[in-house]
């Protein structure tokens, strides 16, 4: 079968092999993948900056969607045909994450989803909203559920609230979208008016231009008369004080990327001030996407698709989320 694998550091590492096609042990599942899509740790991993160990020769890759082509003894969740994503951390079903979670990642410490064929466990997989194609439903697994654990598990979001997304890639788009469907009001933040237009095409109320207006959290407090329910931070230590800055006073910050270097010094004693709920999201568990997935038929939403790749021109899929250039997902098709 087709996969690649990261062979050294930077995306030149990036390499088609050709290797068995896996057979499903006991309660483990074939997936035929159909589709996968790229999130920044990807990139992070293929060039050797990733915070974390990843395996030797690892098939890169979190995120893909595909048919079950055949199912392991035991298997009592899954049939042959139904189209399905594999969740991120295989081993996190459910609760709170344990420690053991953090080892089991597609993608990194195991080998991920850009391959024809991948064997993943069943409690480590979940069937896909009926609406969506599997182009779609590869975009849903680290990107969306991360912005769901954010948006409705720590946020609790709820009609009337007003959130903060920063930057329109995959997570913050996804985070819109969700929010507005709890009836929320957005505040997007980004560098480019035409993504803040787009933005606001998908429900955004508000658009703020963070290279005209660097003090964009004093702009947010100002729109907002006093500060906003919670701020959805991709940007990490470069962007965490304006977090602070533009909550309101017990507001919440889902702390979730690592895309900015530190800027200035680190106040915690604005913590403190604004008494600010402050949580750090790494994905989320399988019941978590499974509620997401329900979320997402029911209100019949469309992930944002920015431009998709054939599998050959992989390296360019990666090239493309280098350059920032995209406004949701970027896919790359395995058919």
Same mark, same amino acid.
């Given at each position: 079968?087709?996969?690649?694998?990261?062979?050294?550091?930077?995306?030149?590492?990036?390499?088609?092999?050709?290797?068995?096609?896996?057979?499903?042990?006991?309660?483990?599942?074939?997936?035929?993948?159909?589709?996968?899509?790229?999130?920044?740790?990807?990139? @992070?991993?293929?060039?050797?900056?990733?915070?974390?160990? #990843? &395996?030797?020769?690892? !098939?890169? *890759?979190?995120? %893909?969607? $595909?048919?079950?082509?055949?199912?392991?003894?035991?298997?009592?969740?899954?049939?042959?045909?139904?189209?399905?994503?594999?969740?991120?951390?295989?081993?996190?079903?459910?609760?709170?994450?344990?420690?053991?979670?953090?080892?089991?990642?597609?993608?990194?410490?195991?080998?991920?989803?850009?391959?024809?064929?991948?064997?993943?466990?069943?409690?480590?997989?979940?069937?896909?909203?009926?609406?969506?194609?599997?182009?779609?439903?590869?975009?849903?697994?680290?990107?969306?559920?991360? @912005?769901?654990?954010?948006?409705?598990?720590?946020?609790? #979001? &709820?009609?009337?609230? !007003?959130? *903060?997304?920063? %930057?329109? $890639?995959?997570?913050?788009?996804?985070?819109?979208?969700?929010?507005?469907?709890?009836?929320?009001?957005?505040?997007?933040?980004?560098?480019?008016?035409?993504?803040?237009?787009?933005?606001?095409?998908?429900?955004?109320?508000?658009?703020?231009?963070?290279?005209?207006?660097?003090?964009?959290?004093?702009?947010?407090?100002?729109?907002?008369?006093?500060?906003?329910?919670?701020?959805?931070?991709?940007?990490?230590?470069?962007?965490?004080?304006?977090?602070?800055?533009?909550?309101?006073?017990?507001?919440?910050?889902?702390?979730?990327?690592?895309?900015?270097?530190?800027?200035?010094?680190?106040?915690?004693?604005?913590?403190?001030?604004?008494?600010?709920?402050?949580?750090?999201?790494?994905?989320?568990?399988?019941?978590?996407?499974?509620?997401?997935?329900?979320?997402?038929?029911?209100?019949?939403?469309?992930?944002?698709?920015?431009?998709?790749?054939?599998?050959?021109?992989?390296?360019?899929?990666?090239?493309?989320?280098?350059?920032?250039?995209?406004?949701?997902?970027?896919?790359?098709?395995?058919?």
């Amino acid at each position: 079968m087709r996969a690649y694998q990261l062979t050294s550091k930077g995306l030149d590492g990036l390499t088609q092999v050709d290797l068995p096609q896996p057979k499903p042990g006991h309660r483990q599942v074939l997936i035929k993948v159909a589709a996968c899509s790229l999130n920044y740790r990807d990139l @992070a991993i293929a060039s050797g900056n990733y915070r974390a160990p #990843t &395996k030797e020769n690892v !098939i890169p *890759l979190s995120d %893909g969607a $595909g048919e079950v082509a055949e199912i392991g003894p035991g298997v009592t969740h899954f049939k042959v045909g139904d189209k399905v994503a594999g969740n991120f951390s295989q081993r996190w079903y459910g609760g709170e994450p344990a420690p053991e979670n953090s080892g089991h990642a597609l993608g990194g410490t195991i080998d991920g989803m850009l391959a024809d064929y991948v064997v993943l466990d069943e409690m480590g997989v979940v069937k896909l909203p009926p609406h969506l194609s599997l182009q779609e439903g590869a975009s849903l697994p680290c990107a969306a559920v991360t @912005a769901w654990h954010a948006v409705v598990e720590h946020g609790w #979001t &709820k009609a009337g609230d !007003i959130v *903060l997304v920063q %930057g329109t $890639g995959g997570v913050s788009i996804f985070a819109l979208q969700f929010a507005r469907m709890m009836g929320a009001e957005i505040i997007a933040t980004s560098s480019s008016d035409d993504k803040l237009a787009r933005a606001k095409t998908l429900g955004a109320a508000h658009g703020i231009n963070y290279k005209t207006t660097p003090e964009w959290d004093k702009a947010a407090v100002e729109i907002t008369k006093g500060g906003v329910d919670q701020v959805v931070e991709v940007g990490g230590a470069g962007t965490f004080m304006r977090s602070l800055g533009a909550i309101r006073n017990g507001g919440k910050i889902s702390m979730i990327g690592v895309l900015s270097q530190p800027q200035g010094d680190f106040n915690p004693m604005m913590i403190l001030a604004k008494r600010a709920n402050v949580q750090g999201i790494s994905v989320g568990s399988t019941q978590m996407f499974q509620a997401m997935n329900r979320a997402i038929a029911v209100n019949h939403l469309k992930p944002v698709i920015d431009k998709m790749f054939p599998f050959a021109d992989a390296k360019a899929a990666f090239q493309h989320l280098q350059s920032a250039k995209h406004f949701g997902k970027i896919i790359i098709s395995l058919a």
